[in-house]
C-alpha cells in the first residue's frame, strides 16, 4: 500500500505528539473544528482539545509510546484508520484507578476523517480492559484449564 498524505499526517501526530510530546505539529495537522470521540463521549474543540487529550494522557503515562501497527486509508484518502500499540508505565490516576507504576500495553484502534488534509474527526476504541487487567482493577479471565 502507498501511504497517502493523510496517512503519514496521523503518523506525524502519533510519532511527534502522542509519543515525543512535541504539541506544535498538532496546530499543522488538527483542524479548528476538530471533534473527538471515545466510549460514547462527543467532545468538541480543535487543535486545544488534541494537545489537552495528549496532556491528560501524559499525566497517566508520561514515558508513553506509540506505535502504529496498521494503517487502512479510504474515501478518496480522507479516512484513516489506525491500529496502534502504546507501552508506558502507569504514574497517574484516572477516573478512580490510582496510579501503579506497572508497565502497560495496551492496544488501540482509532478511525479518522481529514477535510482539505486536516484532521476534523477521531473516533477511538483504547482496549481498557486489558489495561485494568494489567494493573489489577479487573481480574485476568481464568483459562478453562484452570476451571476444573
Known sequence: ??????ARRMRQLFEEAWTDGDLEVIDE???DGFVFTRGGEIQTGGPELYKSLIRTTREMFPDMEYRVDDVIVGDGGDAVTVRWTVTATHEGGYKGVEPTNQTIEMEGLELNKFEDGR???TCT??????????VGVLPLTDSPETNT
Open 125 to 134: 476504541y483504547p482496549h481498557w480492559v486489558g489495561f485494568l487487567e494489567d
Open 1 to 6: 500500500m502507498t501511504d497517502s498524505s493523510n
Open 119 to 121: 484532521l476534523v474527526e
Open 29 to 31: 495537522i488538527v483542524a
